[in-house]
């Protein structure tokens, strides 16, 4: 049951279209320094991690001048988060850079992510060579690292599946069960190219990691078993799989087997007994699944105090999604009370600072309506770039009609308005297909371009929107009959994904804002996920 915040109280609709996270790459280039540490830095590390910072500093630098490499690494680590020293990308390169020259493996690693995020092609390539050398001793993580990087189009114009898989299986012929783990997903279609999906080389790397010990490969593995594609179903292996994840506390295979007997055998009573011993395990999706079960009456009476006490509890926990529908209910309805307002608001930020997209558009559009007393355009703006920036194609159309009327505290910029609504339409979000089709048309902010313009109508209209059928007679009463074969042909490339107009530029925050909501702490950093379905874990993020 998909749940919905207050399209007329806020001020756009809240409609969004979930998409799988993208691999893994540290978003925000955050390290953990070693546990523990022999030798001659220790003394150095055990105060960095102590919080004395600037003391860990003084230490670390002269066994750096005598080539220490751990105290190298963390003059590096000092300067790239600013931590006891300079924040400094240059020195923070400088210093890992004679780490790495010193053998210390993890400064390999950190220099090339703070490469692989620069706009500089031949800074990314410095990184591939780096990551390509260290591939040849570590595999395992050089060659997963690389794999993520060419999936994600850092090391090559555009995203290189063929490239990525090779790394990938070079790390996973090393012994490394994540890339076993990504080679199941990649193939399973979790990160795009659905043309490249192969359902038994899916079954077969799960069946891989599951059997190198990973208990959320095994839960993977047997929720496929019992409930992917029929012809692969084999339901007493898959119970096997679901046994042994939970003998290694792996308690999502509760919620595949509550999902297995409540969509596959039709049998609630069932689910929800299963759903129940995923709650009493403390598993938050089961928590959310059996309180959904008594709101809605499903196998069980309907119970809306017990539903609601469930959702809190997993809320109290700190899970963004039921935070989220906790919000809603506190801010559900025209007007709400003082305290219904803030208890809400306060919901729908600690949902939004748990990474939940979906939470941190609703949040942008809350601090932009006013509703809080006064209208915060600049916490708004940030928020709704955080939420477009991880993909959330309501958040792009949100932040894109900021920008085409110069509102919310944003100047007018077409260009950019172009490029958000692009991002939004290549997901499907039928009110962005058709703004970028009247911008294409007008030629705002962009050439312009009838042939894409009457594409993109006609393919809106498909989408749902009700103005588009008259946008796109429009454009077609002024095509030539060669033009009108053109755009029929350009229609069918937007369809089936090969148009250019995939390649729009991801949003950037407005002069370099981070969301911050007035007296409160600034948001965490992205990395709590929403729930997934076993299998639809986090991606494995690249050493530390």
């Known amino acids: 049951m998909r749940h919905?915040?207050?399209?007329?109280?806020?001020?756009?609709?809240?409609?969004?279209?979930?998409?799988?996270?993208?691999?893994?790459?540290?978003a925000d280039h955050s390290a953990a320094l070693p546990a523990e540490v022999t030798g001659p830095a220790k003394a150095a590390m055990d105060a960095f991690q102590a919080g004395l910072h600037a003391k860990a500093v003084e230490l670390a630098k002269p066994l750096a001048e005598q080539g220490n490499a751990e105290a190298l690494y963390l003059l590096?680590?000092?300067?790239?988060?600013?931590?006891?020293?300079?924040a400094s990308k240059d020195k923070a390169l400088e210093f890992y850079r004679k780490a790495a020259a010193a053998k210390h493996k993890d400064a390999v690693y950190r220099l090339s992510f703070i490469l692989l995020a620069s706009t500089k092609e031949e800074e990314r390539d410095q990184a591939r060579q780096a990551l390509e050398t260290a591939a040849k001793d570590d595999p395992a993580v050089a060659a997963r690292i690389l794999g993520e990087a060419y999936l994600r189009g850092l090391l090559s114009p555009a995203a290189d599946p063929d490239k990525a898989v090779f790394w990938w299986q070079r790390a996973a012929d090393a012994g490394d069960v994540l890339s076993v783990l990504l080679i199941a997903r990649f193939y399973e279609g979790q990160f795009g190219f659905p043309e490249l999906k192969d359902p038994q080389k899916t079954l077969a790397n799960f069946t891989k990691a599951a059997g190198m010990g990973n208990a959320g490969a095994m839960a993977a593995l047997g929720s496929r078993l019992l409930s992917g594609e029929e012809k692969t179903r084999d339901e007493a292996k898959g119970r096997e799989w679901l046994k042994k994840a939970i003998a290694a506390k792996e308690y999502s295979a509760y919620l595949a087997l509550g999902d297995y007997e409540e969509n596959v055998k039709k049998d609630l009573k069932a689910a929800l007994a299963e759903y129940e011993r995923g709650k009493d395990a403390g598993q938050m999706d089961c928590m959310l699944r059996t309180a959904d079960f008594y709101l809605e009456g499903k196998g069980v009476d309907k119970d809306t105090d017990r539903g609601n006490s469930l959702l809190r509890k997993a809320a109290e926990a700190g899970n963004p999604v039921a935070n989220f529908r906790v919000a809603a209910q506190f801010l559900a309805g025209e007007k709400p009370e003082k305290a219904d307002l803030l208890a809400g608001y306060g919901h729908l930020l600690a949902a939004a600072n748990g990474n939940l997209a979906e939470a941190q558009n609703e949040l942008g559009l809350l601090y932009l309506s006013g509703k809080l007393g006064t209208a915060?355009?600049?916490?708004?703006?940030?928020?709704?770039t955080r939420a477009a920036q991880g993909g959330n194609a309501q958040a792009q159309n949100n932040l894109a009609t900021?920008?085409?009327?110069?509102?919310?505290?944003?100047?007018?910029?077409?260009?950019?308005?172009?490029?958000?609504?692009?991002?939004?339409?290549?997901?499907?979000?039928?009110?962005?297909?058709?703004?970028?089709?009247?911008?294409?048309?007008?030629?705002?902010?962009?050439?312009?371009?009838?042939?894409?313009?009457?594409?993109?109508?006609?393919?809106?209209?498909?989408?749902?929107?009700?103005?588009?059928?008259?946008?796109?007679?429009?454009?077609?009463?002024?095509?030539?009959e060669p033009q009108r074969a053109e755009a029929a042909k350009e229609l069918e490339s937007i369809k089936s994904g090969k148009s250019s107009n995939k390649d729009a530029a991801k949003p950037a925050a407005p002069g370099g804002e981070k969301p911050a909501a007035p007296g409160v702490a600034e948001p965490a950093a992205p990395g709590a996920d929403k729930p997934a379905a076993p299998g639809e874990e986090k991606s494995p993020a690249a050493p530390e």
């Open 402 to 480: 900021l920008y085409s009327r110069g509102i919310g505290g944003v100047p007018k910029n077409l260009e950019n308005a172009g490029q958000l609504y692009a991002l939004a339409a290549n997901q499907g979000h039928g009110p962005a297909t058709l703004a970028l089709a009247r911008l294409l048309y007008e030629g705002a902010g962009t050439k312009a371009d009838p042939l894409k313009a009457w594409a993109l109508a006609t393919l809106a209209g498909e989408r749902g929107e009700k103005d588009a059928a008259k946008l796109a007679t429009e454009i077609h009463a002024k095509l030539t």
């Open 76 to 86: 590096g680590f000092a300067h790239e988060s600013g931590q006891g020293a300079e």
């Open 376 to 384: 915060d355009s600049p916490a708004g703006v940030a928020w709704l």
């Open 4 to 26: 919905r915040i207050l399209s007329r109280f806020l001020l756009l609709s809240a409609l969004t279209i979930p998409l799988h996270a993208a691999v893994s790459l540290p």
